[in-house]
């Protein structure tokens, strides 16, 4: 399918619109998260099913010196590492969209962004696995699976997209 003849569908442009609004989401979510991470920290010991006779510590993360350096500290940099690899991300599927819309997605760029995805995936893999180290979590475990296999699917693709893209340069040589 070449540019000229296609037209970018509502779903195309919903789509890109869509990423642009996450990208800000994000960035404000992980802006905001120093300051709304003590009080989440607070609510899930509160919902812990394991306390003793309903009796709920909560941690006051600043006086509490090896509680703030072991646990509060690189949970927080973890998520605030991983919401900015993941803004990341949305930026390189916009991109990507933004190829798509235009008609032309098969192009080295692509390919490009879908490793760059790929690598981004997988330190955020990496850092949720770091983070079930410190403290086991099992969302945080899922996560890092999920990651991990989405950073696998990327990388995959992007070798098919560098393939394609090769076909399509070999084939526009011929014509």
Not at 55 to 82: C, N, R, T
Request: aromatic letters at 14%.
């Amino acid at each position: 399918m070449s540019s000229e003849n296609y037209t970018p569908t509502k779903l195309d442009k919903f789509v890109r619109g869509l990423l642009s609004v996450l990208i800000v989401v994000i960035i404000v979510a992980v802006i905001l998260l120093p300051f709304y991470f003590p009080r989440f920290v607070n609510t899930l010991d509160s919902l812990n099913p394991y306390t003793f006779n309903n009796q709920v510590e909560h941690y006051s993360i600043i006086g509490d010196a090896e509680f703030f350096y072991s646990v509060y500290l690189p949970k927080l940099i973890s998520l605030m590492a991983s919401g900015v690899l993941a803004v990341f991300i949305l930026i390189e599927l916009r991109n990507l969209m933004t190829t798509v819309v235009k008609g032309n997605c098969f192009v080295r760029e692509n390919a490009v962004s879908l490793r760059r995805i790929g690598n981004f995936a997988f330190i955020i893999a990496f850092v949720m696995l770091a983070n079930v180290i410190i403290l086991f979590s099992l969302s945080a475990l899922v996560v890092a699976i999920v990651f991990f296999i989405g950073g696998l699917f990327a990388k995959v693709l992007s070798r098919v997209f560098a393939q394609a893209v090769s076909y399509k340069e070999e084939n526009d040589l011929t014509i």
